[in-house]
């Protein structure tokens, strides 16, 4: 394929304001307990644009993440702060982080975009942390050089979601970024209707992208592609590196992890909506939260994206594209790899740990703990009955946990229509089931099936509420999806079914 050629992108203005100013000194003496590494920016020039964040005004907190702040190592009470706010809101700086947007490309519902970037997201560095190094980016901070004709900000009601979905997916165990905190300014901002700005910290070890690999790939700059290969073999995956071909192993290993995620999405019935290459995490984990959703009633060929038109990626095409991404992460890394036959042969193992990987999540939600003949069926019998009556995919499975051949039937097969099929499934279940202790099914179920889930309504109430500054349930919800398998008692209303009016919320790539 013909490297395509981007127009050279003007740099923003980013001519600090006296606000910012200002601030600079009161950041000098609040450093947090911060230990800055920044190894990213020891890549060069060529990967990104150094700049500092635009400033909000009047700046105030929407969410605190304070858990994910003491696992970071953060000073006790940091994160209550004036200095905290300011720095999290991209007003102040923090000594030693190190600021910059990272240059990347990328395949957008299947077409190649040419160069993206870091349009409004910018990376204060990398620090040391119990966790080991992670990245800290504030997104919404404000116009890079990469943000095209955007404004590089963030609004309200996609930051208080992303905030509250990566937790949500850390609480289910599934790989992804993290949020630290959302503070909000009244500053206007234009998407379909006029609405406030706001900014998520989000941590990862790393945000690169698979994009970042096909940007270099495609502008024909081999030694710029191998560097990128090389930090990330050296700081992520250094087994890659005793291998005969190590940039094969490379996308091998980044197969395996994303096929890991993908078994862990659809087992849990998440929808990602924007699967493009540039969305796509080459440490597997699940980032960059636009249009998701979370299955209410299940329905295969789910399309949350109001955006994807095509159904590109609907819930039940979501491993195939996951696929078709890493093919492209293949093509980008060929001029590293000898021959084609290795980058292929890389790519084999996805076809492997993916249906494991499902497999093994699907037992485990039924409560089997070891795999025998008939299973697959099982499972595959199940998806069907739960498709044909629009079951709600999260509460099924719930109730599931409390279901023996003896009782807690009828609390199951109240969701059914189709009582006949359902009573023909029961049975199949309840024979295989009938050697495995009791309490060892509850407890390997109760652990598997989530009773909160981050549902669209749930998201949209928390929103309509911070709207006006109340920012109690967006607190409430941090908390309950924080450990989505406890029962959280008088929470019982998170777990239950979507009211009628939540069909009709619409979430795009805007959202």
Known sequence: ????????????????????????????????????????????????????????????????????????????????????LAALTGNQLLPGSRPLASVYSGHQFGVWAGQLGDGRAILLGEIETPLGPQELQLKG??????????????????????????????????????????????????????????????????????????????????????????YVIDRFYPDCRKAKQPYAALLQAVSERTATMMAAWQAVGFCHGVMNTDNMSILGLTIDYGPFQFLDAFDPGHICNHSDEQGRYAYNRQPNMAYWNLFCLGQALLPLIDNQEDALGALESYKTVFPQALQARMRAKLGLPDE??????????????????????????????????????????????????????ALSYSERIAQITPALRADLMLKSNPKYVLRNHLGEEAIQAAKLKDFSQVDTLLAVLQSPFEEHPGHEGLAGFPPDWAASIAISCSS
């Open 1 to 84: 394929m013909t490297p395509p050629t981007d127009t050279q992108l003007a740099q923003p203005d980013l001519h600090e304001t006296s606000e910012f100013n200002k601030s600079k000194s009161a950041a000098e003496a609040a450093g947090a307990g911060l230990h800055w590494i920044n190894t990213f920016a020891s890549l060069g020039p060529d990967f990104y644009s150094e700049l500092e964040p635009r400033p909000l005004p009047s700046p105030y907190w929407v969410g605190r993440n304070r858990a994910h702040a003491r696992e970071l190592g953060l000073e006790e009470n940091w994160l209550e702060s004036s200095e905290a």
């Open 372 to 425: 025998q003949e008939g299973d697959t069926e099982l499972i595959e019998h199940t998806f069907r009955l739960l498709a044909s009556n629009k079951v709600d995919y999260t509460i099924f499975w719930r109730r599931l946990c409390g279901f023996t051949p003896q009782s807690g039937h009828e609390l199951v097969r109240d969701l059914f229509f189709d009582r006949q099929s359902f009573d023909a499934w």
């Open 141 to 230: 901070a404000g116009k890079t050089p990469y943000s095209r004709m955007g404004d590089g900000r963030a609004v309200l009601r996609s930051s208080i979601r992303e905030f509250l979905c990566s937790e949500a997916m850390h609480g289910l165990g599934i790989p992804t970024t993290r949020a630290l905190c959302v503070t909000g300014s009244d500053a206007a901002v234009r998407r379909e209707e006029m609405e406030s700005a706001a900014v998520v910290t989000r941590t990862a070890p790393s945000f690169i992208r698979f994009g970042h690999f096909e940007h270099f790939s495609y502008r024909n700059q081999p030694a710029q592609l191998k560097a990128l290969a090389d």
